[in-house]
T-cell receptor, first 116, second 112 residues
Framework: NAGVTQTPKFQVLKTGQSMTLQCAQD?????MYWYRQDPGMGLRLIYY???????DKGEVPNGYNVSRLNKREFSLRLESAAPSQTSVYFC???????????????FGNGTRLTVT | EDKVVQSPLSLVVHEGDTVTLNCSYE??????LLWYKQEKKAPTFLFML????IEKKSGRLSSILDKKELSSILNITATQTGDSAIYLC????????????FGTGTRLTIIP
């Protein structure tokens, strides 16, 4: 099993350019997440999706949009990139069900984005 | 606002030493605490702790949750250079979609 696959691994954008980060999981998980990781800030939640067709804002959603295309895929779009969006972006997924122990988050290998 | 604080921020020890990493949390309607190890890429899961006082163990690593003190520790005995990594803890809230709040991590460096 591939687990959680993110593309691309690296990207450099100029301010104002747009791009979409792709994420796919093959573990039949219902919940998917996008985090960004910055030095000294830890992992911060951008958006999450509890199931196909639903998305919700996390802690730092401004400047981003997401699409839960189907159960497997959850994409993150930057419409007009800014230097403040320079970061490492992680996609993650997990199985969630009320009344049972949570499964842990499974992470992709990250996308390192630089906005100049 | 939920908060998770880890200490120390960084730690440098010699191979063979034992280390203790700390995590304290303020999470509304707390459900569980997770520990992850992050080397160069994706964080990898170590432990999930839900019940207070029950130690979880995996080889040289162990962890325990103290719900009274709102904290957890991660112990690593007989450290090896392969233990060098950032160790992250995260608290899970039972509200809504069980979102995780991560600490900033402890960077552990093991000197041969």
């Amino acid at each position: 099993n591939a687990g959680v696959t993110q593309t691309p691994k690296f990207q450099v954008l100029k301010t104002g350019q747009s791009m979409t980060l792709q994420c796919a999981q093959d573990m039949n998980h219902n919940s998917m997440y996008w985090y960004r990781q910055d030095p000294g800030m830890g992992l911060r939640l951008i958006y999450y999706s509890a199931s196909e067709g639903t998305t919700d804002k996390g802690e730092v959603p401004n400047g981003y949009n997401v699409s839960r295309l189907n159960k497997r895929e959850f994409s993150l779009r930057l419409e007009s990139a800014a230097p403040s969006q320079t970061s490492v972006y992680f996609c993650a997924s997990k199985f969630e069900a009320r009344g049972v122990d949570n499964s842990p988050l499974h992470f992709g290998n990250g996308t390192r984005l630089t906005v100049t | 606002e939920d908060k998770v604080v880890q200490s120390p921020l960084s730690l440098v020890v010699h191979e063979g030493d034992t280390v203790t990493l700390n995590c304290s949390y303020e999470v509304t309607n707390f459900r569980s605490l997770l520990w992850y190890k992050q080397e160069k890429k994706a964080p990898t899961f170590l432990f999930m702790l839900t019940s207070s006082g029950i130690e979880k163990k995996s080889g040289r690593l162990s962890s325990i949750l103290d719900k009274k003190e709102l904290s957890s520790i991660l112990n690593i005995t007989a450290t090896q250079t392969g233990d060098s990594a950032i160790y992250l803890c995260a608290g899970i809230s039972n509200f809504g979609n069980e979102k995780l709040t991560f600490g900033t991590g402890t960077r552990l460096t093991i000197i041969p």
